[in-house]
């Protein structure tokens, strides 16, 4: 059965390994290498966990099947300048196997009861262009685009 709980110290080294699959899925997609180098946790992967682990910003949860842990989500409590608050969710993965089963949903639901039990106003997640899977379970949980980031690569760019 899946389920989510709140990540202990003891989840820390299998929350790296994860953090890892995912770096590895996104990297090839489009948009992959620069999320990677700007929007992903900082390396060393076990620091930015102790972070997440230690910081009350950051509401960090594992997903389990059957007793194991097959994911991780990790949102951040950020205040507007209107003095509200959105739960921004950085990153959030579910080994491949584990995805039919329900583990992302129950993260999911883990991560947007604590950012209403923190007194968010919504929720926010990043999505690669290119991940038609991400793109269509966010939006099956009521998640709608609201900003579109482009960018230009000047490493090519004969200008």
Request: charged share 30%; proline share 3%.
């Amino acid at each position: 059965m899946e389920d989510h709980r709140k990540a202990t110290e003891s989840d820390r080294d299998r929350i790296v390994e994860l953090a890892e699959g995912l770096r590895r899925e996104l990297g090839p997609m489009r948009g992959g290498d620069l999320w990677i180098r700007r929007e992903s946790a900082s390396l060393p992967l076990d620091d930015t966990v102790d972070l997440w682990l230690n910081d009350p910003r950051y509401t960090l949860l594992v997903g389990t099947y059957e007793g194991s842990v097959v994911g991780y989500g990790i949102m951040e409590k950020e205040t507007l300048a209107d003095q509200s608050h959105l739960g921004v969710i950085h990153e959030i993965y579910v080994e491949d196997a584990s995805r039919s089963v329900s583990v992302g949903e129950s993260l999911l639901d883990g991560l947007a009861e604590a950012a209403h039990e923190q007194k968010c106003a919504g929720l926010d997640v990043r999505v690669l262009p290119g991940h038609r899977l991400a793109k269509n379970f966010f939006e099956a949980q009521d998640f709608r685009a609201r900003i579109i980031v482009m960018h230009r690569d000047l490493k090519s760019d004969p200008t």
